[in-house]
């Protein structure tokens, strides 16, 4: 499972409050990724992060922001959550193996939120 | 800009019959093609890829997926399905920069006994 865990893993908020989700690894990846996945559209990319303090967008990062301090933490926050922010997030990791970049990502657990 | 399609929402197969789940693909470039299996309340876990050479990749639990340049497709394979194969696949491409995936919408797989 690559060492990723999550938190929380479920919440239910209500619409207007601020919501950070946590991803956190131990194997020190370089590269992390935050997905939201919702029916029939797959997994679609918010954030993500080539390094400590160095991160750009995805395609749906509208509402979102990250921050990453230290390389085992990937925080995602949604500054005033929407019911449309109803969806379950997934992290992500790539490993760097042998000094190349390995292509496929590795997944965490998710955290399902519901914005009420 | 890249993209992927899953034609089937939903295929339905019988237990030791061969399934194929089709995956097409659209991206500049040479493609990184890959594979994941989600199980209910799971995340994704990583089955297959393709990056270059053999145009016939193996993968986890006896999948294999099938690269086809000139019809742009990555269809995953299996000669004899199982009822515990039954889960949610997706089919993802990667794009430069930042090594960021690309998913299609899924295909939900149910094998009956």
């Known amino acids: 499972d690559a060492g990723i865990t999550q938190s929380p893993r479920h919440k239910v908020t209500e619409t207007g409050t601020p919501v950070t989700l946590r991803c956190h690894q131990t194997?020190?990846?370089?590269?992390m990724y935050w997905y939201r996945q919702d029916p029939g559209h797959g997994l679609r990319l918010i954030h993500y992060s080539y390094g400590v303090k160095d991160t750009d967008k995805g395609e749906v990062s509208d509402g979102y922001s990250v921050s990453r301090s230290k390389t085992e933490d990937f925080l995602l926050t949604l500054e005033s959550a929407t019911s449309s922010q109803t969806s379950v997030y997934f992290c992500?990791?790539?490993?760097?193996?042998?000094?190349?970049?390995?292509?496929?990502?590795?997944f965490g657990p998710g955290t399902r939120l519901t914005v009420l | 800009a890249q993209s992927v399609a899953q034609p089937e929402d939903q295929v339905n197969v019988a237990e030791g019959n061969p399934l194929t789940v089709k995956c097409t693909y659209s991206?500049?470039?040479?493609?990184?093609l890959f594979w994941y299996v989600q199980y209910p309340n799971r995340g994704l876990q990583f089955l297959l890829k393709y990056i270059t050479g053999d145009n016939l990749v193996k993968g986890s639990y006896g999948f294999e997926a099938e690269f086809n340049k000139s019809q742009t497709s990555f269809h995953l394979k299996k000669p004899s399905a199982l009822v515990s194969d039954s889960a949610l696949y997706f089919c993802a491409v990667n794009a430069p920069p930042g090594n960021m995936l690309t998913f299609g919408g899924g295909t939900r797989l149910m094998v009956k006994p």
């Open positions: 992500a990791i790539s490993a760097v193996r042998q000094g190349a970049l390995s292509h496929e990502q590795f």
């Open positions: 991206v500049s470039g040479n493609p990184y």
């Open positions: 194997e020190n990846h370089r590269y």
